[in-house]
């Protein structure tokens, strides 16, 4: 069956890298990364419109989209010093919601088989079933955690009569025993769900959540060190799954279910650097950026800014795993002595 192309606007890569294409493997044999969008939001409850949410990460930068990005902090270039490429868009059909879901999670298989990081642009939080799953059977069964940033716990069992949405995907995933429930992390939780029986259901798989009030108590800092420790207590691999709505709705107004007092969107960025630079993260997801009810493209420039952090800290990481300094955050990028250092070695 031929396909019908670009469905959700122009047909250009994410921030001009290469493209490839999925069904054929040779085509990302060298890759490092490969970018898959996944405009899927047949699972929303409440505002649809996350299917355009691949068409804005790959556009939202204000620079040319010449396949380059220098970051300053991190002094590498991830677009260039990482083999990043773009296979385009899964076909989904929002009346097709098991066929949507196979068609991504093969895709996602293919990549992560192939010995590639593969990076999801949602699309709306059902695609972490098919984002995970297909990252986790390319690896030993039961060795592969998550670290899902989302303001909601999405652990509910069955909405308006169905098993798969985007406030279910982690049940699902849970009860197919591609992630194990006791190094499942969720960092970012508030508001008014789930109810008291979700969350014995929860409790019942010992899943760790951090809700934002224990991370304001504590600090995001303590919370992430203590996450890595039980993400890697006995797994290989992270998935890191980032749900935009984990920001605060002043930081990320455009997405399905904004839930006020989260994290900022420096908070979200130096984690998922932090994540990407100190963990082996296996396959990666930024979901629920809703261009429809975007302000001035915030959300979608803060979740460009996620996928380059997260490229960043991957370039940096091996980077200083092949030798060399390693990279210290608080080096100054300059420090105003450097014509002094200059003329006292002439």
């Given amino acids: ?17 290469d493209r490839c294409d ?8 060298d890759a490092d990364v490969v970018i898959v969008g996944a405009p899927f939001d047949g699972g929303t409850s409440n505002r649809p419109g996350a299917r355009f949410g691949p068409m804005a990460l790959r556009q939202a930068c204000y620079l040319p989209h010449d396949g380059s990005r220098p970051s300053l902090a991190l ?28 068609a991504i999670e093969e895709a996602v298989h293919r990549v992560a088989a192939s010995g590639c990081v593969p990076l999801v642009l949602g699309g709306d939080h059902t695609v972490a079933l098919p984002d995970a799953r297909g990252t986790a059977r390319a690896y030993a069964p039961g060795r592969t955690s998550m670290i899902h940033f989302d303001a909601h716990a999405d652990t509910g069992n069955i909405s308006f009569g169905h098993l798969y949405g985007h406030g279910q995907p982690m049940r699902r995933l849970i009860e197919s025993g591609a992630i194990r429930g006791d190094r499942f992390l969720q960092l970012g ?5 789930p109810e008291p029986e979700t969350l014995d259901w929860m409790a019942a798989q010992d899943m760790r959540s951090y809700e934002m009030t224990e991370i304001v108590a504590r600090g995001l800092e303590e919370c992430l060190t203590e996450s890595f420790q039980i993400a890697l207590d006995g797994c290989d691999q992270v998935f890191l799954s980032v749900d935009i709505d984990v920001c605060d709705p002043g930081h990320a107004p455009g997405t399905g279910t904004p839930e006020p007092g989260g994290l900022t969107a420096r908070q979200l960025l130096d984690a998922v650097r932090r ?3 100190e963990l082996p993260v296996a396959g990666m997801e930024v979901v629920e950026v809703a261009p429809p009810y975007d302000h001035a493209d915030i959300t979608a420039y803060l979740g460009n800014r996620v996928i380059l952090e997260a490229l960043s800290a991957m370039a940096r990481r091996r980077k200083d795993d092949q030798g060399g ?5 608080r080096q100054p990028l300059l420090d105003g002595r450097q014509s002094e250092r200059s003329t006292s070695t002439q």
């Avoid at 300094?325 to 955050?329: A, I, L, N, S």
């Fill in 1 to 17: 069956m031929s396909r019908y192309g670009p469905m959700y606007g122009p047909d250009v890569t994410f921030l001009g890298v």
């Fill in 22 to 29: 999925v069904a054929d493997p040779a085509s990302y044999e």
């Fill in 75 to 102: 002094r590498v270039d991830a677009l260039r010093d990482l083999r990043v490429l773009d296979a385009g868009d899964v076909e989904c059909y929002s009346g097709d919601v098991e066929g949507s879901l196979d």
């Fill in 189 to 193: 939780l508030r508001g008014y769900w």
């Fill in 275 to 277: 994540i990407c630079y």
């Fill in 325 to 329: 300094p390693r990279w210290d955050p």
